[in-house]
T-cell receptor, first 114, second 115 residues
Framework: DSGVTQTPKHLITATGQRVTLRCSPRSGDLSVYWYQQSLDQGLQFLIQYYNGEERAKGNILERFSAQQFPDLHSELNLSSLELGDSALYFC?????????????FGPGTRLTVT | TQLLEQSPQFLSIQEGENLTVYCNSSSVFSSLQWYRQEPGEGPVLLVTVVTGGEVKKLKRLTFQFGDARKDSSLHITAAQPGDTGLYLCAGDVNAGGTSYGKLTFGQGTILTVHP
């Protein structure tokens, strides 16, 4: 158990819909990261928040957005869903800002868009 | 464009054999990490290497960072069925000298160790 929790574990929805994925970081960790994992693209970095502020951005689509709240939990919002958005979405947390800090991954949310 | 190339993509071996997984790039990394992921779970960090030429050992696993900090290898001695999983390398490019948390992952190596 990494100490990072993600809900829901599974999500099945239709194209065009909007979903929200939730992440609670490990106690004491200020950084939260979101990743997307698919068979063809592998594990892709989406975005990083540190203490409530966006600090790094990867290949995140404009249809996707995220935020980190004062209690440090984070949400990833996916809208106008397409079939290609079906993937595993991981949240990770670390104590610091830099990539050299160990990132602890949650169990993931499996999103299926039908 | 994939910044990190891992090879091989698949590896199927018998218990007791040795193996090496490679992670190569044309970019210089300020640090490189190796993760292991099991089905239905998130990746778990195995090691972080930061110095060119660095070698780290974790029981039967040996990790090496290239002198130029562009490549790395993971060597497993006497593999066991419990080593089965997806092995991922991930690099921190540290673009512009700002070391934020962006990691670039390789495509992964799926290792299967048969009893």
């Amino acid at each position: 158990d990494s100490g990072v929790t993600q809900t829901p574990k599974h999500l099945i929805t239709a194209t065009g819909q909007r979903v929200t994925l939730r992440c609670s970081p490990r106690s004491g960790d200020l950084s939260v990261y979101w990743y997307q994992q698919s068979l063809d693209q592998g594990l892709q970095f989406l975005i990083q928040y540190y203490n409530g502020e966006e600090r790094a951005k990867g290949n995140i689509l404009e249809r996707f957005s995220a935020q980190q709240f004062p209690d440090l939990h984070s949400e990833l919002n996916l809208s106008s869903l397409e079939l290609g958005d079906s993937a595993l979405y991981f949240c990770a947390s670390s104590v610091g800002l830099a990539a050299s800090y160990e990132q602890y991954f949650g169990p993931g949310t499996r999103l299926t868009v039908t | 464009t994939q910044l990190l190339e891992q090879s091989p993509q698949f590896l199927s071996i018998q218990e007791g054999e040795n193996l090496t997984v490679y992670c190569n790039s044309s970019s210089v990394f300020s640090s490189l990490q190796w993760y292991r992921q099991e089905p239905g779970e998130g990746p778990v960090l195995l090691v972080t290497v930061v110095t060119g030429g660095e070698v780290k050992k974790l029981k039967r696993l040996t990790f090496q960072f290239g002198d130029a900090r562009k490549d790395s290898s993971l060597h497993i001695t006497a593999a066991q069925p419990g080593d089965t999983g997806l092995y991922l390398c991930a690099g921190d490019v540290n673009a512009g000298g700002t070391s934020y948390g962006k990691l670039t992952f390789g495509q992964g190596t799926i290792l299967t160790v048969h009893p």
